[in-house]
């Protein structure tokens, strides 16, 4: 049974940073592909930054250069750390892991509850 569990989020003022930290159990953060996700009120879920089992991360453009997605697979957990925050990051933020639930390769996506996030003056 894959949980995740998000930490860190906050109010933070524009320029600011924060670091996001989703605790994994029952599958590791270093054999499936983990990512960051985010939503907006009214708008759909965007992933934010994604990283590979084995392979390098990838980022939405609109982050790239102020993010960064890292793993930690000692304490089997995924950060987020953000920097130079504007008010449009501003959303609920999510852990998912994919993994593989067959011969097939099929596969199924995991989600964290969220943690907000909120960057305002």
């Known amino acids: 049974q894959v949980q995740l ?11 600011g940073s924060l670091r996001l ?6 599958r590791s953060v270093s054999r499936n592909n983990v990512g960051w996700h985010r939503q907006a009120p009214g708008k759909e879920r965007e992933l934010v930054a994604s990283m590979p089992s084995g392979g390098s991360p990838n980022y939405e453009d ?3 250069g102020r993010f ?6 000692a304490k089997n ?7 130079s925050l ?5 959303a609920v933020y999510y852990c998912s892991m994919t993994v593989v639930v067959n011969i097939e ?17």
């Open 86 to 90: 504007k008010p449009e990051d501003t």
């Open 77 to 83: 957990t995924v950060y987020l750390q953000m920097n």
């Open 62 to 64: 609109s982050v790239k």
């Open 105 to 121: 390769g099929a596969t199924f996506r995991h989600w964290g509850p969220g943690t907000q996030v909120t960057v305002s003056s």
């Open 68 to 73: 960064t997605i890292s793993t930690d697979n």
């Open 5 to 15: 569990v998000e930490s860190g989020g906050g109010l933070v003022q524009p320029g």
């Open 21 to 26: 930290s989703c605790a994994a159990s029952g």
